[in-house]
């Protein structure tokens, strides 16, 4: 998952995951990406540095707003995401888009560059404190802005916390929480769930603050993710980083728990033939400070 020991397992995951990702009809990133930025201010004719862009859930919105006067540099530490996303700017004629292979845990750009900071479900992945966070404030210019989103680990909205869907979720998390441990990132906010600093508003807030951040909101929204069956929701996860724990499982298990997890989704239909899975999704969004 995120910390800097593991790149290369995630450099090597998301490189197979890119050409599929956020491609797999199953709409999830792409709106997560429009709503933060909605929710980030950022405004026409300012430049912008998206974290982790993937495929561009965020990248391309945010070329919406600030048109063909600002910029967007979107950076990712997979070469076949920026790959991929680059064609699709091209494409689309967005001369206002540039991409880079780079780390996002260490971006490589002068102090003060930027006049927003974004990452769409990305930033999480390896931020534990604010320690690495406060990277991106250095890189935004007086009153700047800094918006991220995350998958929601607060217990409000569900009574507890859960990854999965709840009907799979005490199926699936050992798996995942396996799949962390045999890949060297038992320390990420997935097996830290309970503790870490995603945990609350109240912890968010503390831990931007403390990195140098002021005028912290936090924003949590569920988010409906529709499938027509089990089957295809599955397929959706193997777009994404969850395909790292199921390349984990042993094949013939594997398609057990796929038949099971697929079984019980499928259980939750609608009249209609649907299902509609919701996921809370966390919105933050901060400020570099003002010199008085």
Excluded: H
């Excluded at 260490?106 to 560059?113: D, L, Q, S, T």
């Excluded at 019980?264 to 996921?279: A, H, K, M």
């Amino acid at each position: 998952m995120g910390t800097v020991e593991n790149t290369e397992e995630m450099y090597n995951l998301f490189n197979k995951t890119a050409r599929a990702y956020d491609q797999s009809g199953v709409e999830f990133f792409r709106p997560i990406g429009r709503r933060l930025v909605e929710l980030s201010g950022i405004s026409t004719g300012a430049s912008v540095l998206d974290v982790g862009a993937g495929r561009g859930a965020a990248l391309f919105p945010a070329a919406a707003v600030v048109g063909k006067s600002g910029e967007v540099v979107g950076i990712d530490i997979s070469e076949e995401m920026v790959k991929y996303a680059q064609e699709d700017a091209e494409e689309l004629g967005l001369k206002q888009v540039s991409l880079q292979v780079m780390n996002g845990q260490k971006p490589e750009f002068e102090a003060g560059r930027f006049d927003a900071v974004i990452g769409s479900c990305s930033l999480f992945i390896w931020v534990k404190g604010a320690d690495d966070v406060r990277p991106y404030l250095e890189l935004l210019r007086e009153g700047g802005r800094f918006a991220t989103a995350a998958p929601s680990f607060f217990s409000t909205a569900r009574g507890k916390w859960a990854l999965f869907p709840e009907v799979v979720n005490e199926l699936l998390m050992p798996y995942m929480l396996q799949s962390l441990k045999q890949s060297g990132a038992y320390d990420s906010q997935f097996a830290n769930a309970g503790a870490n600093w995603l945990i609350t508003a109240e912890s968010i807030e503390a831990t931007l603050r403390e990195a140098g951040f002021t005028d912290v909101e936090v924003t949590e929204e569920e988010l409906p993710v529709v499938v027509n069956s089990g089957e295809q929701w599955v397929e959706f996860t193997y777009t994404t980083g969850m395909r790292g724990m199921w390349e984990r499982i042993e094949e013939e298990e594997r398609r057990e728990v796929i038949a099971e997890v697929s079984r019980r989704l499928d259980t939750l239909r609608d009249e209609n033939g649907v299902i509609s899975v919701p996921v809370p999704i966390v919105y933050i969004r901060a400020s570099a400070p003002k010199v008085a």
